[in-house]
Structures are given as structure tokens and as C-alpha cells.
Nanobody
């Protein structure tokens, strides 16, 4: 069982940066793959970024590639999303998610259905 709490959202101008953090409680954090998803008003939840249990592999949605960076600190039970060059279309509620994935060669899970645990979300608003 993992509990996730996001923080770091807020209002930023286009071109600016924000860093989202997600703190996890529970056991064996390093056995979970972690992802960030977002949901804009009136739209479906979409994949943003994912990182494997060891942090050795990452993947990004095309819309954020080169602007966002996902990282994790297994000693501190945290996962972060550094967001640079923000655009108004990045406005959404951002969710941290975890999936039990203990294998050495774990796959990168990029669909919401693949995650068992979710945070409550943090709102990011990018003004033009």
C-alpha cells in the first residue's frame, strides 16, 4: 500500500518553470514504478512522464519531451517533475501515480489503467 501526496502546483506565466513533488508513504517505495499524469478541464487524464523503480529508465509524452524531467529519490520516498518552458496548454491538475513493479527490467507503464495508487492532484495554471 502506498499513499501519495503531491505539492508544488501554482500559477506561473508562460515560459516559466515549476517543480512538482510527490511524497510517498508506505513500504518498499523502490519497488514501484512512478508516473505523472494530468487532466485539463473537460479532457481525459493523460500520461505525462514515467520512471522505473530504480530510476534507470524514463519516458515522456511527446507534448512535454525536452521541457519536463522526471526524477526520483528512493532514499527520501519522493518523485519530482521539473517543468520548464511552460505553455498555457500545460494547465491541468497533475497527478502522481504508483504501480507495483519490482522487476529488474520493469516496463515503463504509460497508461492510467496500469497504476493502482494515485495522489489527490495539484493544480498547475499557466497564464499567457
Amino acid at each position: 500500500q502506498v499513499q501519495l501526496v503531491e505539492s508544488g502546483g501554482g500559477l506561473v506565466q508562460a515560459g516559466g518553470s515549476l517543480r512538482l513533488s510527490c511524497a510517498a508513504s508506505g513500504r518498499a517505495f523502490s519497488l514501484y514504478g512512478l508516473g505523472w499524469f494530468r487532466q485539463a478541464p473537460g479532457k481525459e487524464r493523460e500520461f505525462v512522464a514515467v520512471i522505473t523503480n530504480s530510476g534507470g529508465s524514463t519516458a515522456y509524452a511527446e507534448s512535454v519531451k525536452g521541457r519536463f524531467t522526471i526524477s526520483r529519490d528512493n532514499a527520501k520516498n519522493t518523485v519530482s517533475l521539473q517543468m520548464n518552458s511552460l505553455k498555457p496548454e500545460d494547465t491541468a491538475v497533475y497527478y502522481c501515480a504508483a504501480t507495483y513493479s519490482p522487476w529488474v527490467s520493469a516496463a515503463l507503464v504509460t497508461t492510467a489503467a496500469g497504476y493502482n495508487y494515485w495522489g489527490q492532484g495539484t493544480l498547475v495554471t499557466v497564464s499567457s
